[in-house]
């Protein structure tokens, strides 16, 4: 498709992935004139990650996407329901395992064991409202953001690769196999071969890779060959289902020798017998299959002028648990408001910096929790000895636990200034009166205020921010006060009324949310 040269955009996204998507979605919902770019000419239909952890389906819940997201879950539920009763038959007096319908996910191919998980935990418990839509696959979440995006009106231009980039201090040229386009912003959500981090210099350090995934689904001649669930060799590793069809691969012994060649069905089935060390054949690839690696690198920057980075393009390693997808959802949430609101004149390019400082870190922790696994899949004596002495901690309550609130996400933190216990935090299912929750009221985007005072002290005081930020009234009740950014971190809290409240308020509002409406004269608070 082409695209009018003159055209000047606000923000242009290059990569019409998840993060991509969503990035773009944020923008539109802050007033920020957007459009994504996308090498590609069709979506991609290679099988990627497999489910979304609750920061993301949170995410998805804050926008109204949530019923969609829950009903994905049904439908795959419903398929491996199928493939495991099926398993079962295969096996005398059924054998196999039935699978659990709480999504724990694994650590190392370990599977975390739902019965061992602490549901009561007080932040397992603060996020269950979203637990429905954690078994979402990629590419059935790409889809539904996709529709998300047409909705908002935001033009998709697909076939159009970037191949060159000029940051003028005041925009950035972007030259594409379209023509050249004019923009204010441009973001890179092109994945770990990113053109746009490669065009803008940025450099992109780490740890080399050691080892060849694959992940597919295919049509098994014997699958009665093959264990339920993941075993382990000398040779690395390899996990049959848990959808109808599903394989994934690991060898240890280097990289793959052409990441970008198609995988071939015969390529699939040795690597499979080989881990395996059975004779299983495979009959057919069912759709486009992946191969991958464990490298691991994160980008020097996440900003360099007007260039930011999202996604893979900031971070790459290992997929194990669909961690770089809800890592890089979590970039697009934490940039978009930030960007939208710069783009809209009310906040100084310094809130930008603030992406940088509160991203980084969660991506610096997800590349070592990634690289652990590695040393525990190995086929070696010493990693075979970690993995019992892993597997022991993982067989108990409070490991079990640990490993999951750390999976679902549900322990990602920001440092902000404040001391109440919710600041930094992901803002937690708040029921009202009415029987709504707080996120149900920002389906359209924009800053949250839930107002619990028994005046509306609160409220009065965020009617100055009107456009920006949408009050909540409810019955009097703790936390009495909650700010929530659009991207669901809570900015400030308290659990009091009165001056000291309304004045910890005021600067929060200050900080985050700019000048008030009516008073422009005032700089806001980058």
């Not at 920001?414 to 029921?431: A, N, Q, T």
């Not at 009202?432 to 985007?445: A, I, P, T, W």
């Amino acid at each position: 498709m082409n695209i009018d040269v003159n055209q000047d955009v606000d923000v242009t996204v290059v990569g019409a992935g998840p993060v991509g998507l969503v990035l773009a979605a944020e923008l539109a919902l802050s007033g920020a004139t957007v459009q994504v770019l996308e090498r590609r000419a069709e979506p991609d239909e290679a099988m990627k990650a497999v489910s979304i952890n609750l920061p993301t389906a949170e995410a998805l819940d804050r926008r109204g996407l949530l019923p969609a997201a829950e009903q994905v879950q049904r439908e795959l539920l419903e398929r491996v329901g199928s493939f495991a009763r099926m398993a079962d038959d295969q096996q005398p007096g059924g054998g196999r395992r039935a699978r659990e319908s709480r999504f724990t996910g694994h650590f190392a191919g370990m599977i975390l064991d739902a019965e061992l998980v602490d549901w009561s935990d007080a932040d397992l418990a603060a996020h269950a409202a979203a637990a429905g839509a954690r078994m979402v696959p990629q590419r059935e979440l790409e889809e539904l953001l996709a529709g998300h995006v047409a909705r908002l009106g935001i033009p998709v231009y697909r076939g159009v690769e970037v191949t060159a980039l000029e940051d003028t201090g005041d925009g950035v040229l972007v030259g594409t196999t379209a023509g050249t386009v004019r923009t204010g912003w441009l973001v890179g959500c092109d994945g770990g071969h990113s053109a746009v981090r490669r065009l803008a210099g940025i450099g992109f350090p780490g740890t080399d890779p050691e080892l060849t995934g694959h992940l597919a689904v295919v049509d098994i001649a014997d699958p009665d060959k093959l264990g339920d669930g993941w075993a382990w060799s000398a040779r690395g590793a390899y996990r049959y289902g848990p959808q109808p069809g599903r394989v994934v691969t690991v060898e240890f012994g280097g990289a793959p020798a052409d990441r970008s060649a198609p995988v071939t069905l015969e390529e699939l089935q040795t690597s499979l017998r080989r881990v395996s060390g059975t004779d299983v054949t495979l009959n057919a690839l069912r759709g486009a299959a992946t191969r991958w690696s464990d490298n691991a690198r994160q980008a020097a920057t996440y900003r360099s002028g007007r260039v930011l980075l999202a996604g893979d393009a900031a971070h790459v390693h290992p997929p194990f648990g669909g961690q770089g997808l809800n890592l890089g959802v979590g970039d697009a949430m934490n940039l978009g408001w930030k960007l939208g609101a710069v783009a809209a004149g009310w906040a100084p390019e310094g809130l930008l910096d603030t992406y940088d400082a509160e991203r980084r870190p969660l991506g610096a922790w997800v590349l070592d929790w990634t690289r652990a696994q590695i040393a525990v899949l190995r086929g070696d004596a010493k990693s075979a000895a970690l993995r019992e002495v892993v597997g022991d901690l993982l067989s108990t309550r409070d490991g079990t636990t640990y490993a999951v609130k750390k999976i679902s996400g549900v322990t990602q933190r920001i440092d902000l200034p404040g001391d109440h216990p919710l600041v930094g935090r992901l803002v937690p299912d708040l029921w009202l009166r009415d029987g709504s929750r707080l996120v149900d009221h920002g389906h359209s985007g924009g800053f949250l205020l839930l107002d619990r005072t028994a005046d509306g002290a609160f409220a009065r005081l965020a009617a100055a921010w009107a456009g920006r930020v949408s009050s909540v009234t409810d019955d009097h009740a703790t936390p009495t006060g909650v700010l929530v950014r659009p991207d669901g971190v809570v900015a400030w809290a308290c659990d009091t009324t009165g001056i000291a409240a309304v004045t910890g308020l005021e600067a929060a509002l200050h900080r985050w949310t700019g000048a008030p409406s009516s008073s422009p004269e005032h700089e806001p608070v980058g």
